[in-house]
C-alpha cells in the first residue's frame, strides 16, 4: 500500500510540475545574433565580466519585442553564477547572483527553519528588478527528491507567488 501511494504522489507531482510549464522557448545564441544595444548596455554596467553564454527568451512563446528576453550568462570577479536579462533596445530588467547557502543572510535561513522545518536550504539567488525596483531572494530548498522555491524580501519578508514578477519563473529553471 505504501508503494502505491509513493508512486501515485511521485505521478502527481509530475504532472504538477509539468503542467506548470510556460511555454517560455529559451534557446542559446552566439553573440552575433544579440541586438547591438543589449551588448553595449551589459558592457556598461558590467564593463569587466566574463560573458560565458548568450540565451534568447521568447516569454509565452510570442516572438514580439516586448516578449523577448536576451540573457547574458557571466562571471564577476572571476566568479561565476550572474545573469542579467535585458529587452532588445537594452533596458535591463533584472540581473541576478548566486548564493550558496552559507552566505545567505541569517535573518532569512532562520525564518527558513522555522517555516519549511522538514527542507534544506540548497543554494540561493539574489535578483534584482528595476521597473518597478525589487530586490527577491530566491532560494531553493530540498526535502531528499521534494525541491522547493521560496521567496524573501531584504528584511527577510516571505513574498508570496502570485506577486512575482513573470520573469523570475526563468530563474527557478
Known amino acids: 500500500m505504501r508503494t502505491i501511494f509513493t508512486l501515485m504522489l511521485g505521478i502527481f507531482t509530475f504532472i504538477s510540475t509539468v503542467g ?12 552575433s545574433q544579440v541586438p547591438p544595444a543589449v551588448i553595449d548596455r551589459q558592457q556598461e554596467l558590467f564593463p569587466t ?11 509565452n512563446g510570442m516572438q514580439d519585442a516586448q516578449h523577448i ?7 564577476e570577479d572571476g566568479r561565476p553564477g550572474f545573469s542579467a536579462s535585458y529587452l532588445l533596445d537594452g533596458t535591463l530588467i533584472f540581473n541576478s547572483e548566486f548564493m550558496p547557502s552559507e552566505i545567505i ?9 522555522s517555516e519549511f522545518k522538514d527542507y534544506s536550504i540548497h543554494n540561493g539567488q539574489f535578483i534584482t528588478f528595476y521597473n518597478p525596483k525589487r530586490e527577491i531572494y530566491l532560494l531553493k530548498l530540498l526535502n531528499d527528491i521534494n525541491v522547493q522555491y521560496a521567496f524573501y524580501n531584504t528584511s ?13 519563473l526563468l530563474l527557478m529553471r
Open 20 to 31: 506548470q510549464d510556460v511555454n517560455d522557448e529559451v534557446r542559446f545564441i552566439p553573440q
Open 49 to 59: 565580466n566574463y560573458i560565458s553564454e548568450w540565451q534568447v527568451q521568447e516569454m
Open 69 to 75: 528576453r536576451y540573457i547574458a550568462k557571466f562571471e
Open 105 to 113: 543572510p541569517a535573518e532569512i535561513r532562520l525564518k527558513i527553519n
Open 156 to 168: 527577510g519578508n516571505k513574498i508570496p507567488e502570485d506577486s512575482l514578477p513573470p520573469e523570475i
